[in-house]
T-cell receptor, first 112, second 115 residues
Framework: AQKVTQAQTEISVVEKEDVTLDCVYETRDTTYYLFWYKQPPSGELVFLIRRNSFDEQNEISGRYSWNFQKSTSSFNFTITASQVVDSAVYFCVHSGNTPLVFGKGTRLSVIA | DGGITQSPKYLFRKEGQNVTLSCEQN?????MYWYRQDPGQGLRLIYYSQIVNDFQKGDIAEGYSVSREKKESFPLTVTSAQKNPTAFYLC??????????????FGQGTRLTVV
């Protein structure tokens, strides 16, 4: 069965530090997607990025970057020069032939 | 604007009562989902539907029921059989391409409290 592991439960950093959120997944699907979502204190889930299993190219979007490595089944997320507004819970998610499977999330606290 | 609407945002229920949470989407998505989130936890799948008039149980379906009579709507009923219903409920929808689900778009959630 599909499984997503986010080993870091909580991370605290000081503003302007870089931080990497780890994600490891298990899947039997040959075609699948991986996502990251952000959940701020208000509770809604905000979609950040999608990666399909055939595209291992890393992506950068502003201060956010993602490293997808199929060989290690990892899809890590880095925030560069973190800001207080980045404080939230971040979820790594797998989607294939079955509905979305969520990791348990990493709570990031950025301290001013 | 296209999106997913959940209502109400806050809901209080007395023990022993059934309650229905609304979820409507105008994104023309085929698949819809209900997730439950407990404090400090990830999201757990309650029910999902890939097509109208069809739905499947997720990991924690006991004490819940759903219907999918229209593509746009996927209401969730929390029955009195659900022993611990106080939680944050999120509805989502997604497009299914070649058997694979794309990213899901979420509503703003309903916070249910049993009093």
């Amino acid at each position: 069965a599909q499984k997503v592991t986010q080993a870091q439960t909580e991370i605290s950093v000081v503003e302007k530090e870089d931080v990497t959120l780890d994600c490891v997944y298990e899947t039997r699907d040959t075609t699948y997607y991986l996502f990251w979502y952000k959940q701020p204190p208000s509770g809604e889930l905000v979609f950040l990025i999608r990666r399909n299993s055939f595209d291992e190219q890393n992506e950068i979007s502003g201060r956010y970057s993602w490293n997808f490595q199929k060989s290690t089944s990892s899809f890590n997320f880095t925030i560069t020069a973190s800001q207080v507004v980045d404080s939230a819970v971040y979820f790594c998610v797998h989607s294939g032939n079955t509905p979305l499977v969520f990791g348990k999330g990493t709570r990031l606290s950025v301290i001013a | 604007d296209g999106g997913i609407t959940q209502s109400p945002k806050y809901l209080f229920r007395k023990e022993g009562q059934n309650v229905t949470l609304s979820c409507e989407q105008n994104l023309n998505h085929d698949a819809m989902y209900w997730y439950r989130q407990d404090p400090g936890q990830g999201l757990r799948l309650i029910y999902y539907s890939q097509i109208v008039n069809d739905f499947q149980k997720g990991d924690i379906a006991e004490g819940y029921s759903v219907s999918r009579e229209k593509k746009e709507s996927f209401p969730l009923t929390v029955t009195s059989a659900q022993k611990n219903p106080t939680a944050f409920y999120l509805c989502a929808s997604s497009i299914k391409r070649r058997l694979t689900n794309t990213e899901a778009f979420f509503g703003q959630g309903t916070r249910l409290t049993v009093v």
